[in-house]
């Protein structure tokens, strides 16, 4: 039996993997603090991928008449390393791109990290991340000083009186996780902030709480809304925020434009449920005796051409009650993909090197060299995050080959149709993929990799807590860890630096280029890992000797600021990039359902999922399907200024009359990704993923 933790989300449940001669493995759930034994249908058939019928197990190069055909690694990666020398060449070191993933393990991100910059040369490395948390990590950066998802343990929350909890649904994405918020359910203290009425908004149902349904893109006006009430009706912690803070003033102001009868006008949330909103927060918070309170942001407030600002605005919010930085209350953002934390720590991003380092930090660059043993000169500088990125491949002056480790941009980018476009305008993609995606199918040289029950690493959890993630069976033959694959790759290059294949000795190079930065892991090893499974960063190599303990609540004794105080930071709304007036009278939300994860391209190829999810949906408002005459089952066709996407109308008054809804996991014309907004936010790179603009009309019956 091997004790490891789930293939997909965040939430990284512990489970339990027993070898099967059919199956590969059984997988049962196991005991831990977060799942509490329990694993979503997704955890339960994980298995499944593992023995897919399509599984890539040899290596695949386009051939001469465009089909891909299987090859052995010797000719797959020396075409590879002799198509990059030659595209250098010609056109220099950053016209190779790469792009990386939240589900990589801490290893293999530190790892990409270092092959981009120093075999590669390239400063166009950038990850799916970018989609997924990056607005929510600026933010926390700007305000608290360092960005961990949730600063304190997830089993914190059980014990809050009020749970705010915008933009995330839980119950679909995260099942298990819904088990901590019973105690603010019980003291009728859950706000959700949804568009629509989501499987999390029906939890404050039968005097769980209050569900704010906000006209879509309108979440930092209710958040401005929400900040405007708890400081005209006193509602504030005066003294945490004299003492722990700096530059309320100027949030205060901006904050006092938006007295609740304005907020309702934008909104459409009523002033009595804004109100009742922030005195049931307040009233959870310490300063008034409460239990507790938080405030968790998700990708349905975060991913907005305004993320940033939004999220600033919950953690103002979270400032003025006096809420982080205390036992028992604080804010967190709800990170989505399997290691979206660790993921965004070890230098994947176009702007950080491991440690969570900026890259232009010239002790940062120096600090890191020595540990890769290269001049800090090698290091190239910051690179273009992922929108720009992926806007730029095949352009004059841009990228003219991309490598793509766990990623499916063709399906997961916004505006997708250009992207694809862009992708084909390469003269070499080479993805590693473990099942044919929709870009690995695409691609010029496919390499066939390893999945997380084949190999050991760790991953980074939601809260912070570095698990280990164990082999329990041998992968088929024919499929190589992604981390042998660079070695090889960087051999061909005649890379400096050395490229270990071993994941305890990566992480122990890992720990090192971490040593000092904000995501600090010197203190820790895979032999300390599987000893103490409970281990959250920053957890420091001590110079007694002794081991550090880790750190599982953040901020408690003050914040990583030159000044130790968190910082106010002062936001105003500016409103969606796309206007829903005129000839696009819907607005369109996007998101998830239990069975899927991701683009789908691995849950789209396991049977008990696909039987309870078979296909794209568009739920419809009956007012909106009237007016357009769409029945329940008909064929429904979304249209933006970037393109169309069709699938099948689901008639329900959980969306607003204004609004649809649709899923993001499948491919070709039901990926709604082909209409999405990739107007990005100027802080973070963040696409607008989450609203915009369509029109609605019906194509065809059932
Ligand atoms: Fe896996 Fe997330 Fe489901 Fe847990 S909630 S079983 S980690 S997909």
Redesign the pocket.
């Known amino acids: 039996m091997t004790a490891t933790?789930?293939?997909?989300?965040?939430?990284?449940?512990a489970?339990t993997l027993t070898p099967d001669p059919a199956a590969g493995v059984n997988v049962a759930?196991r005991d831990f603090p977060?799942?509490r034994g329990?694993?979503?249908?997704?955890?339960?058939t994980?298995a499944s991928v593992l023995r897919a019928p399509d599984r890539l197990t040899t290596p695949l190069v386009r051939g001469v008449d465009g089909e891909l055909v299987p090859t052995s690694w010797d000719v797959a990666l020396d075409l590879v390393a002799l198509r990059l020398r030659e595209i250098r060449s010609d056109h220099g070191a950053d016209a190779v791109a790469v792009f990386g993933g939240g589900g990589l393990t801490n290893e293999k991100a530190y790892q990409l990290g270092k092959f981009a910059r120093i075999a590669l040369g390239t400063a166009n490395i950038d990850y799916n991340g970018r989609f997924c948390m990056s607005s929510a990590a600026a933010a926390a950066n700007r305000s608290l000083g360092v960005d961990r998802g949730l600063p304190f343990p997830l089993t914190d929350l059980g014990g809050a009186q009020a749970v705010l909890l915008l933009g995330s649904n839980l119950a679909e994405?995260?099942?298990?996780?819904v088990a901590h918020l019973s105690g603010a359910r019980a003291a009728g203290g859950l706000i959700v902030v949804d568009p629509r009425i989501s499987a999390t908004a029906r939890l404050t149902e039968n005097g769980g709480g209050i569900h704010l349904q906000p006209v879509p893109g309108t979440d930092l006006v209710v958040l401005l809304g929400l900040l405007h009430v708890v400081f005209s009706e006193g509602l504030d912690d005066p003294a945490y925020i004299a003492e722990r803070t700096t530059g309320v003033d100027e949030a205060q102001r901006l904050a006092a434009t938006w007295w609740p009868a304005r907020v309702e006008q934008v909104t459409g949330i009523p002033e009595t449920q804004l109100r009742s909103a922030a005195m049931l927060l307040a009233s959870a918070s310490p300063m008034r005796g409460g239990s507790g309170a938080y405030v968790l942001t998700g990708r349905g407030v975060e991913q907005s051409s305004q993320g940033t600002a939004t999220v600033n605005a919950a953690i103002n919010l979270s400032l003025a009650l006096g809420l982080v930085g205390r036992v028992g209350s604080g804010y967190g953002a709800v990170t989505g993909q399997?290691n979206g934390q660790g993921g965004r720590e070890h230098g994947q991003k176009s702007d950080q090197l491991p440690g969570y380092r900026m890259i232009d930090d010239p002790s940062a660059r120096e600090h890191v060299a020595a540990v890769w043993g290269v001049d800090p000169a090698v290091i190239p500088g910051k690179g273009k995050p992922a929108v720009e990125l992926l806007d730029s491949l095949g352009r004059e002056g841009g990228p003219r080959a991309l490598l793509v480790h766990g990623a499916n941009v063709r399906v997961s980018a916004p505006n997708a149709t250009h992207v694809g476009d862009r992708l084909d305008a390469l003269d070499l993609l080479v993805v590693c993929d473990i099942v044919p995606s929709e870009t690995a199918r695409s691609a010029d040289v496919v390499l066939p990799v390893l999945q997380w029950a084949e190999e050991e690493g760790t991953m980074t959890s939601l809260e912070g807590r570095i698990l280990r993630r164990r082999k329990a069976i041998d992968p088929p033959e024919g499929a190589r860890s992604e981390l042998w694959v660079w070695r090889e790759l960087a051999a061909r290059l005649d890379a400096p630096g050395t490229w270990d294949i071993d994941a305890a000795r990566v992480f122990d190079e890992l720990a090192r280029a971490s040593e000092g930065g904000r995501a600090d892991y010197s203190g820790l090893s895979h032999a300390r890992l599987d000893a103490e499974p409970d281990l959250f960063w920053p957890c420091p190599a001590v110079k007694d000797g002794s081991a550090h303990p880790g750190t599982p609540r953040l901020f408690l004794d003050g914040f990583p600021t030159p000044d130790g105080r968190a910082r106010f930071v002062a936001v105003d709304d500016r409103g969606p990039a796309d206007d829903v007036r005129g000839e696009a009278p819907s607005h369109l939300v996007t998101g998830r359902v239990l069975q899927h994860?991701q683009s789908g391209a691995q849950t789209r190829r396991v049977e008990e999922l696909v039987a309870a999810s078979p296909g794209a949906f568009v739920e419809i408002h009956p007012r909106l399907a009237d007016r357009h005459g769409i029945a329940p089952g008909d064929r429904v066709q979304l249209t933006s200024t970037r393109g169309v996407v069709t699938a099948t109308a689901r008639v329900t008054d959980a969306v607003r009359p204004d609004t649809v809804f649709m899923p993001f996991h499948w491919a070709d014309e039901a990926n709604v990704n082909r209409v999405t907004n990739d107007a990005t936010d100027p802080v973070s790179g963040m696409p607008e993923f989450k609203v915009c603009a369509v029109t609605v009309a019906r194509v065809g019956s059932p």
């Open positions: 933790h789930c293939p997909y989300c965040a939430l990284q449940c489970q759930g977060t799942n329990g694993l979503c249908q997704k955890g339960w994980s994405t995260m099942p298990p996780s399997g994860y």
